[in-house]
């Protein structure tokens, strides 16, 4: 079928013819691609693009470097190391019954591919799945979030330059776009987001039967035992919860703390808070806003709620609607049926929540969904062990945080609500390739001699077959 309603399918249509051509080139063409874009990310467009995020919510330039523009360069250098391999066909063993024939795995394109990015790292997870993307041999929609708009202009700049638009494309818009674009067969789409979102994308791809990768979010909470070092989990949780004000798919949530541990951890909060940010984090340069005014005021909101409610807030909690600034906030007592404790939070408010034995905590955790993240600060195995084989997540890290992210051996996604799929490595270029069975016929097979009509000499050949093959 034909889709030439809107020049989004017209796009969708020249993408489609172009496939094949995109997808029969060699890894080596693949690699000069994504050559090309490290070129651009690091060197060509580095400043433009940290001078666009801070424009969009006044985020640093080394937080760029860092969060942004340096896990996409690792990507590259990681596929390109590798993508020769996994390029190469999968011989796998082929059982004696099919004696004379032999078996491959060759991992091909899926097809045309969407990927909708969101605002909070708009630079990562746009160019991230491109590099997936473009490793196993795809043609590509990407759709950025329109909420930084400034960051979107530059990274279309880019594609633009490296890219012809029937292989890869880049279309701004509004939430309008992302709809026109979902009514499209595409053959994958690749979306980031919140399990909100991933509900109507996913069933938008449903019409079409198209497969989806959905990196979804959700309260990733983070357990603190009387036997973790303290001080050092505080840092950590500080500088994976306040990076991008908050704004992380895999900060910490929400902190479930030994309740002898209460007071310590308060006071070393309000200490590393002033190390990291000075007194005045508002005057900081190592401190982003939030990205608009509606995501300022549904967390102003959140804080209003607890004061309401009788929560504490025992750091922090100062704002200015006038640069969308919230303050590195810590908070106590926050009712359970609060918008605090039961929505994802993505901003810079920690809740911490006390807890008497490790089996109380699991099952706080147990009561809510599958986070993307779950965190464990222990030094005991046993307590370390006991957390792992008695929740499920997305994935984990023990004794620090958001480095998971990192290891691009590892898998990165959530688990039914915090997502669905993977990515990174070998893990996303899997999910842009299917995996396509082979088998080659040599010589006469033993099916060969099974043919109708069928007669007792046939029989006994299969009745050897069910008891010794």
Not at 24 to 37: A, C, P, Q, V, W
Not at 129 to 153: D, F, H, Q, R
Not at 268 to 288: G, H, I, R
Not at 318 to 347: H, R, W
């Amino acid at each position: 079928m034909n889709y030439s309603d809107n020049k989004y399918a017209t796009l969708f249509n020249k993408q489609k013819t172009n496939q094949f051509l995109v997808g029969n080139t060699s890894y080596k063409e693949r690699i000069g691609k994504l050559k090309r874009l490290k070129h651009a990310l690091e060197v060509s467009y580095k400043q433009e693009l940290r001078e666009a995020l801070y424009k969009d919510f006044k985020k640093p330039h080394l937080e760029t470097d860092l969060t942004e523009i340096y896990p996409v360069i690792d990507e590259i250098k990681f596929v390109t190391k590798n993508l020769k391999s996994w390029l190469e066909r999968q011989k796998v063993e082929t059982p004696l019954a099919l004696l004379g024939s032999s078996s491959f795995i060759i991992n091909e394109p899926k097809g045309v591919c969407l990927i909708i990015s969101p605002w909070n790292y708009p630079i990562n997870l746009t160019f991230g799945p491109l590099v997936s993307a473009i490793a196993g041999g795809n043609t590509v929609i990407l759709k950025p979030s329109e909420m930084t708009p400034n960051t979107s202009k530059v990274m279309a700049k880019i594609v633009a330059e490296l890219f012809e638009e029937n292989e890869i494309a880049l279309v701004e818009g509004e939430v309008e776009v992302s709809q026109e674009l979902l009514k499209l067969p595409f053959n994958h789409i690749f979306f980031t987001g919140s399990p909100a979102v991933g509900k109507i994308v996913m069933k938008a791809a449903s019409e079409h039967l198209t497969s989806v990768t959905l990196e979804l979010g959700g309260k990733s909470p983070t357990i603190i035992d009387d036997g973790s070092h303290l001080e050092k989990a505080v840092k950590r949780i500080i500088y994976g919860k306040f990076t991008n004000a908050g704004q992380t798919c895999i900060a910490p949530d929400y902190v479930l703390l030994k309740s002898s541990l209460k007071s310590e951890f308060i006071e070393l909060f309000k200490t590393k808070v002033l190390e990291f940010y000075s007194e005045n984090p508002e005057t900081s340069d190592s401190y982003c806003r939030i990205v608009n005014r509606k995501h300022f005021d549904r967390l102003v909101s959140h804080l209003e709620e607890t004061k309401t409610n009788k929560g504490s807030i025992v750091s922090g909690g100062n704002y200015n609607a006038t640069d969308n600034f919230i303050e590195p906030t810590l908070v106590l007592d926050s009712p359970e049926d609060s918008k605090l404790m039961q929505e994802e939070i993505f901003g810079p408010i920690l809740p911490i929540k006390t807890y008497e034995t490790i089996e109380e905590a699991v099952s706080y955790v147990n009561s809510k969904e599958k986070p993307l993240a779950l965190y464990i600060f222990s030094k005991s195995k046993k307590t370390i062990n006991y957390v792992l084989q008695n929740t499920r997540a997305g994935g984990t890290c023990i004794n620090h945080n958001l480095l998971q992210f990192l290891n691009h051996n590892l898998p990165f996604g959530g688990s039914n609500n915090s997502g669905i799929g993977k990515s990174h490595g070998i893990f996303g270029f899997q999910e842009f390739t299917n995996q396509r069975s082979v088998l080659k016929q040599h010589t006469l097979g033993a099916v060969d001699l099974l043919t109708p009509p069928y007669n007792n000499w046939k029989q006994k050949l299969v009745d050897l077959t069910l008891k010794w093959f």
